[in-house]
């Protein structure tokens, strides 16, 4: 079964403090994957996107990661800032298809 | 430039009526996307449109669930005798194409909410 999980489902940090988010997949055969910041109330907005031969991306101060051999990401945000607080989503899209598998998503919030 | 645009952005409607959801891409693009986001769930993909074609509506939930697309731009998203359970925010996205390199950029979504 095509599967997203992400962890932790929320995190609290510190302003200026960094953080690793976590993304699991079974999707397969795999195509890319991409990283997404969704505000409340807003559709999501891409950060990244990876495709199987790389093993880092960054954006500023996001840094995504891919093990296609263990099927994992992490996104690492350093020196976060209050604009930070979102829900950041994982997705995995699968060869062969248009459709995109979707984690559940992070809550981050910072707090000053 | 102006991005994906979706209305109403609140819908709040009785059990068994029809509504319908409407969704403007970004001009040019050719692809565009409806997903429904659920409270504490992640998105799930509904229909996708290449022009005005939909090559895969496997995800319809039901087939109280239908989608249109014309001119190659505006896209409807219909729901009939809407049931509780259809209550979510229902995204729409669109790209350059159907690659799955392209970049989906999204709309902010309607919020449907059925009572």
């Known amino acids: 079964k095509n599967q997203v999980e992400q962890s932790p489902q929320s995190l609290i940090i510190l302003e200026g403090k960094n953080c690793t988010l976590q993304c699991n997949y079974t999707v397969s055969p795999f195509s890319n994957l991409r990283w997404y910041k969704q505000d409340t109330g807003r559709g999501p907005v891409s950060l990244t996107i990876m495709t199987f031969s790389e093993n880092t991306k960054s954006n500023g101060r996001y840094t995504a990661t891919l093990d296609a051999d263990t099927k994992q990401s992490s996104l690492h945000i350093t020196a976060s800032q209050l604009s930070d607080s979102a829900s950041y989503i994982c997705v995995v899209i699968k060869t062969g298809a248009n459709n995109l598998f979707f984690g559940t998503g992070t809550r981050l919030t910072v707090i000053p | 430039g102006a991005g994906v645009s979706q209305s109403p952005s609140n819908k709040v409607t009785e059990k068994g009526k029809d509504v319908e959801l409407r969704c403007d891409p970004i001009?040019?693009?050719?692809?565009l996307y409806w997903y429904r986001q659920s409270l504490g769930q992640g998105l799930e993909f509904l229909i996708y449109?290449?022009?005005?074609?939909?090559?895969?509506k496997s995800g319809l939930p039901s087939d109280r669930f239908s989608a249109e697309r014309t001119g190659g731009s505006v896209s409807t998203l219909t729901i009939q005798r809407t049931q509780q359970e259809d209550s979510a925010v229902y995204l729409c996205?669109?790209?350059?194409?159907?690659?799955?390199?392209?970049?989906?950029?999204f709309g902010p979504g309607t919020r449907l909410t059925v009572t």
């Open positions: 449109f290449q022009g005005n074609s939909a090559p895969d």
């Open positions: 001009s040019g693009h050719t692809a």
């Open positions: 996205a669109s790209s350059p194409g159907t690659s799955r390199t392209y970049e989906q950029y």
